[in-house]
């Protein structure tokens, strides 16, 4: 279907999502607008399904720390002086000199979480909660020129639309389970850990089943372990026992910003080589302190002679059967074969994530999105997706590039920087061009 390009409330970019990196875009777009030089604002709008600002809720376990320095906030790396930093929040709190007594560069989760809500509170205007984008339309001319897209966005039990002549897609990571099972009551993905676990406190449980050697299944054993002190928790994983993260200086520098340079420009093979050399710093490994801390209860239990936390190391899951009250978990001991039935509560898969298809919104629009040999979406340094020629809107993405831009791309390390080369591409492509200082940046809906 065609459209005719209505120029007056077309937004000058749409953010798909509100996590920490279209968050940090808001901001960055934001500080853009009331620098002295800037002639104009951007007309952007943020959609994020859930209710209110919430980053990985599920798993907000009390004590649990950030793996990230507070230095590497929304702004800071790219703009110390910003009134949206870490530092800025403490001082809004009250807790700027007790945070440096504390003596660590790595905030509580739950702190961090608080930090990120409020920089979002503050953005209030530029975002709509409860609002997910189910479909981006394309809008294309008599010429066939598509130069800007509907986003249809689903909130309240509504359809509503907003065009725009650019998206920045950022809808994070999807949890992920073993093929053939599914959550329930009695099956959980890590990721909903608290909601579940309060709710199974209305019983008494007595036996967990955890799954998973990363630092999500090293957290939700101590977190299980420690919350139900009458429970028994049963860790499997197929290696020989939890391994370390390398947070060391040296290895540490591959989430630098001049990392991202490097790698964009490296050829495929040398890609794989540093994923693969450096994936020992986000994929399947855990804080020293955290293993520690496992080591050191199972330590405990020994001597005392209550074992409540046992580890089946070289162990895989063979099959599980959900009853009424219960699940009946199957564990083969790999070097043996030797079976163990465990009757469980709950069976939990820390299983991880895996970044969503970024382009599946996108319908017809996806297919004329360039992709490389190996099927990746083909993008720029500046997050931008190569399209076809016949595509003028510009499609950014965050978070799912980790084949371009390295392993940092999930993560917080770099949202900031990168938050500030997207703006930068978004103005050298001319935006925004219409909306002078003293006009609204807001953006419209267009109700169904
Ligand atoms: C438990 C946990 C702890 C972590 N800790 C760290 C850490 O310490 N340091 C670090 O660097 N990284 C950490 N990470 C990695 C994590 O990916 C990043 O912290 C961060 O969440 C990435 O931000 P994001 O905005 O890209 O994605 P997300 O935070 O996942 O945000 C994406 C948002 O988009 C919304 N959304 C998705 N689809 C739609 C749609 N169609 N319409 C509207 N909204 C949509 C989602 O609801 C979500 O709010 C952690 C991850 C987990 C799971």
Redesign the pocket.
């Known amino acids: 279907m065609a459209y005719e390009s209505e120029a007056d409330d077309t937004a000058d970019v749409v953010g ?7 968050l940090a875009l808001a901001i960055a777009l934001r500080e853009r607008a009331s620098a002295e030089s800037a002639a104009a604002v951007f007309k952007a709008r943020f ?4 209710q209110e600002f ?3 809720r599920g ?1 907000l376990i009390d004590g649990a720390t ?3 320095s507070f230095l590497k906030d929304l702004v800071t790396p790219r703009n110390p002086t910003s009134r949206f930093g870490f530092l800025s929040y403490l001082h809004a709190k009250g807790r700027f000199a007790t945070f440096l007594n504390r003596k660590s560069f790595y905030p509580l ?1 739950t702190e961090f979480h608080d930090y990120l809500a409020w920089a979002a509170d503050q953005l209030a205007d530029d975002v709509d909660y409860g ?3 189910v479909e981006i339309r394309p809008v294309t001319d008599a010429r066939g020129t598509t130069a800007a897209v509907d986003v249809v966005v689903r909130g309240q039990g509504a359809l509503s639309t907003v065009r725009t002549r650019a998206i920045a897609v ?4 999807e949890p992920v389970l073993p093929a053939g099972i599914e959550a329930g009551d009695r099956i959980w993905h890590s ?1 909903d850990l608290l909601y579940q676990a309060e709710k199974a406190a209305t019983g008494t449980p007595a036996r967990f089943v955890v799954v998973g050697a990363g630092q ?1 299944a090293a957290e939700v054993v101590g977190y299980l372990h420690e919350r139900f002190p009458q429970a028994e928790v049963h860790a499997v994983f197929a290696r020989y026992g939890f391994s370390v993260a390398d947070d060391s200086s040296f290895t540490n520098e591959v989430f630098d910003p001049v990392a991202v340079d490097r790698y964009f420009t490296s050829p495929p093979d040398v890609k794989a080589m540093l994923l693969d050399y450096h994936s020992n710093t986000n994929y399947a490994v855990v804080d020293d302190d955290t293993i520690r801390d496992l080591y050191d209860r199972v330590y405990r239990e020994s001597l005392s002679g209550v074992r409540r936390l046992h580890v089946h190391n070289v162990s895989r899951v063979r099959g599980q059967e959900v009853g009424t009250d219960d699940v009946n978990v199957r564990l083969e001991f790999l070097p043996t074969g030797d079976v163990t039935a465990v009757r469980a509560d709950a069976i939990v898969y820390a299983t991880g ?1 895996r970044p969503g298809d970024p382009l599946r ?1 996108l319908g017809e629009l996806g297919t004329r999105c360039l992709r490389d040999e190996r099927g990746n979406i083909q993008v720029g340094r500046d997050y931008r997706v190569r399209t076809t020629d016949d595509v003028k809107v510009d499609i950014f993405l ?2 799912s590039t980790e084949h371009s831009h390295g392993i940092s791309s ?4 770099n949202v900031a920087v990168r938050a500030g080369e997207i703006a930068d591409a978004l103005e050298a492509s001319g935006r925004p061009a219409r909306h002078p200082r003293n006009r609204s940046s807001s953006v419209s809906l267009t109700e169904h």
């Open positions: 798909v999502g509100f996590g920490p990196a279209n959609f994020e399904k859930q919430g980053w990985h798993m950030m793996q990230v989760r609002s997910e984008v950022a809808s994070g990571l990721s999500s994530y919104l965050q978070g999930s993560l917080l390390s």
